[in-house]
């Protein structure tokens, strides 16, 4: 991705703003890392966990008429992971230690979430369209399996099985 330095950029940004912060990673929404600043937490693991919760906080939001996608926030005994709409197709999610000040996080997360979605668009927008694959001049036909014939093994009498 031609944006990933300005994203990583923007990770390192966000975490020297937000006291507590331990992890930034910026995703694709199917799963995919485009950047991340997470010591001690694998990243590959965090944006497919990350994809799974998008997918569910989606249905929810819709099955209860809450309109689009904006963050997801769960608090667990050691600190919170919240994670922020970036755009159309990516997230950011946010690791912070239990002492975080949530407002704060919440704030520079949103902020970050738009930027991040901002540079991810225009490096999709920048990247040329895939080139259209030719059409074959001949029709293909379809692979069919060939029969095959019984093959014999001569048993102890001499017979066929």
Known sequence: MAA???VLDELHRLRARVPQL?????????????????PGVEPEGLAALTAAA??????????TGRG???ELLLRGEHGYVAT???????????LAGDRANVGRLHLEGRRSGTRIGELVEAAAEAQPAPAARPTPKTALTPRT???RTARTVPGATGESR
């Open 4 to 6: 990933e330095a300005e």
């Open 84 to 94: 922020y709409a970036a755009g159309p197709s990516a997230v950011l999610t946010l």
């Open 22 to 38: 331990t992890g930034a990673l910026a995703a694709s929404v199917d799963g995919l890392v485009l950047a991340q600043d997470t």
């Open 145 to 147: 399996r060939t029969a």
């Open 54 to 63: 998008l997918g569910v906080a989606l249905r929810v939001a819709d099955a």
């Open 68 to 70: 689009d996608f904006r």
